[in-house]
């Protein structure tokens, strides 16, 4: 039984990246020693990597290039990103962050005039020399390699000057029980930096983070005014949502 149990929590940790300890105890109904102990197993084996409070597999996301994400789930990708760019206006003064879906929003906004854009994605950057319509502020900070981004605490007190009308944003979990979470330092204070600063906050969501519980919780839910995914989640979700005041749009 234990064997079975190590081998379904290795599964949910390749799965979902970066876990916590209570969200694994929390999923296979175990205390924190039993977790531990499995923990050092998979340890002991080299396919996960234990971090403070938490566990990440070695084949996590982070360690997957930018491409490689880039052009996994594409068609998901497009249709939240056209979506997003509907709620973008003319005029507008937004933050887009290092995410592969908010690179594709990036790309739906050629029709867009005189917008006034904060990043710290730095394809976004190249790609802005030819948005001749566009005044672009890179928040500079420290470089993220396998993400093209800038992060840290410099990129976060850049944000904080500023009054930013709209910010999109992703996540690699959304829960109830932890919001929104990654598993980050870097992106984590960039993350808070922007909510504390954005009069609305946009958060572009794949279906499949629903549930997924990261190292950091950035922000509570309620934090994000819209989200954007490509379908509905549970009925558990679509009721803390409404209760709360989180509108969810459905990109088709």
């Known amino acids: 039984m234990r064997v079975k149990r190590i ?15 209570d969200n694994l105890c929390e999923v296979f109904h175990v205390s924190r020693n039993t977790i531990r102990r499995d923990l050092d197993t998979l340890s002991a084996k080299g396919v996960v990597n234990k971090i403070y409070g938490g566990v990440t597999s070695n084949k996590t996301q982070e360690t997957i290039p930018f491409e490689e994400r880039n052009i996994k789930n594409m068609d998901m990708k497009n249709r939240i990103a056209r979506k997003a760019a509907e709620f973008i206006d003319n ?3 937004l933050f887009i962050d290092s995410g592969t879906t908010a690179t594709t929003l990036f790309n739906q906004l050629s029709e867009k005039k005189r917008l006034t854009l904060f990043t710290n994605n730095l394809e976004i950057v190249v790609k802005s020399i030819y948005a001749n319509d566009f005044h672009v502020v890179s928040t500079g900070g420290a470089l993220a ?11 976060a007190r850049l944000l904080e000057r500023y009054n930013i009308k709209k910010a999109f944003m992703s996540a690699t979990g959304l829960s109830i029980g932890s919001g929104l979470t990654n598993s980050s330092q870097g992106e984590y204070e960039v993350k808070k930096a922007i909510i504390s600063r954005c009069h609305k906050v946009y958060m572009l969501i794949d279906s499949s983070k629903f549930g997924d519980v990261s190292l950091m ?10 989200i954007i995914t490509d379908k509905a989640p549970s009925q558990e979700y679509l009721d803390y949502f409404r209760e709360h005041g989180v509108e969810l749009v459905i990109a088709d």
């Open 145 to 155: 390699r396998n993400t093209y981004s800038t992060v840290g605490p410099d990129a």
């Open 217 to 226: 919780t950035f922000g509570r839910i309620e934090d994000a005014d819209v």
């Open 91 to 93: 005029d507008d003064t």
């Open 7 to 21: 081998e379904q929590i290795e599964d949910y940790i390749n799965l979902h990246k970066t876990v916590t300890i």
